[in-house]
């Protein structure tokens, strides 16, 4: 399932389409199952136009999820909660009140009268920001210009499927992506890659996207800064905005390292406040990298309504200005970066914005033994991870010899 925003806004917000999945296997590929929401704005300023898109694509149509609560029968397929996304972007929660959204949606021929569906109850919903929806089934007319493209779907792992069969099965998915993005997207199109393993899945996607800066491809790991961001709150026993400069370094699996050192609670550093070193080094540590599969566990499905609002405060996270002395985590393209990251992958790392949908890395952060190697560890995992997928990079004949095959966060 897919869905993809086309605004003219007002705001600094300049870029087009906003890609958003809605289970762990979508892509905007034509070989695929897909489901896909676009969104055309009504002109508010001159000349300044952002496509919001939200795409996913999955081999068996999503299953609708439904909510006990017989008062709150919002359907969320997978990752992505339609009712809050949708809700949230032609309320005005994200790119302003002042900013009319049209909603093309896009499906294949078995999944396009669930989406007229949908179109009806948007049209029934009365978003006053919302001018328009229509349903299309070509991914090349819906990314046509885009400026923000959210990519959402990926196909999970199956029982007996190894990470390197994932990891190429998604591949050919994002690589398709990536050529229809280079094909007919703005050349300024801001890409943010939700679908799993989503670092090599953007890494996949700018590769195939040679027209497009590779600074503009980002892989989804806020959700993960959240997470850390809540554990942390709990554990100090304050609300989760006194926490700040928490960072998410490298791969969205289980090696992923969330960064106390350089966070802090209350404008004090995590350590000072929270004296407990162990439980930061461990359980802390640990929570966030199995969250999604302790959830799982308790829940029977993947997260929803948590990653929705992930989604949306990495968007924000890039059009609005980051305040002062604080960043946000985002997985990036690291060649040029300040950490000595290998170069060439898309790794998660600190970022500040200043609200025009670009970023700089901060640079004022600092590393000790423990942080170091675990940072080169998961940087050890997604260089494995490139050389398993060479062959959808155009780097030649890939190479599988992955360092432990690590489940990503909520795999089973």
């Not at 499927?161 to 990891?167: F, H, S, V, W």
């Not at 640990?286 to 308790?298: A, T």
């Not at 305040?323 to 060649?335: C, H, M, N």
Request: glycine share 8%.
């Amino acid at each position: 399932m897919a869905a993809v925003a086309e605004l003219n806004p007002s705001s600094p917000c300049k870029r087009p389409a906003l890609c958003s999945s809605l289970k762990c296997s979508y892509a905007l590929s034509r070989h695929y199952n897909r489901r896909s929401l676009f969104l055309r704005p009504a002109p508010v300023s001159r000349g300044s136009k952002i496509y919001c898109s939200v795409t996913s694509n999955e081999i068996q149509a999503p299953v609708a999820v439904k909510i006990d609560d017989p008062k709150k029968k919002a359907e969320c397929y997978g990752v992505f909660c339609l009712t809050y996304d949708l809700k949230a972007l032609a309320s005005g929660e994200v790119f302003g009140p002042n900013q009319p959204i049209a909603l093309k949606l896009l499906g294949s021929q078995r999944s396009i009268q669930a989406l007229e569906g949908v179109a009806m109850e948007l049209e029934d919903s009365l978003f006053p920001l919302l001018r328009e929806v229509s349903i299309g089934i070509d991914p090349y007319e819906v990314f046509q210009d885009a400026e923000w493209a959210l990519l959402i779907g990926a196909k999970p792992r199956g029982p007996g499927m190894e990470r390197a069969g994932l990891l190429d099965i998604n591949g050919q998915i994002f690589a398709e992506q990536g050529k229809a993005l280079n094909a007919v997207a703005s050349r300024n199109v801001q890409v943010i890659v939700v679908g799993n393993p989503c670092n090599t899945n953007a890494l996949i996607c700018l590769k195939n996207a040679p027209n497009i800066p590779a600074k503009n491809f980002h892989a989804l790991t806020r959700l993960d800064e959240n997470r850390a961001k809540c554990q942390l709150a709990l554990k100090a026993g304050v609300f989760y905005d006194k926490v700040s400069n928490v960072t998410i370094w490298g791969n969205h699996s289980t090696t992923q390292v969330p960064d106390f050192l350089n966070a802090k609670i209350d404008g004090l550093p995590v350590k000072e406040v929270v004296k407990d070193t162990k439980w930061l080094e461990e359980e802390f540590t640990e929570k966030v990298q199995k969250r999604g599969g302790v959830l799982i566990q308790k829940w029977g499905r993947s997260s929803a309504a948590s990653t929705s609002v992930s989604i949306l405060d990495a968007i924000r996270s890039l059009v609005t200005p980051t305040p002062e002395g604080d960043w946000f985590s985002s997985g990036v393209y690291t060649t040029g970066n300040p950490y000595s990251i290998a170069e060439d992958i898309v790794f998660s790392m600190p970022c500040r914005s200043k609200g025009d949908g670009d970023y700089e890395l901060v640079k004022d952060v600092v590393f000790d033994d423990y942080l170091w190697s675990r940072i080169k560890k998961t940087e050890a995992e997604l260089l494995a991870e490139k050389k398993c997928v060479a062959h959808l990079t155009g780097e030649g004949v890939a190479v599988c010899d992955l360092p432990g095959d690590t489940m990503l966060p909520g795999e089973m």
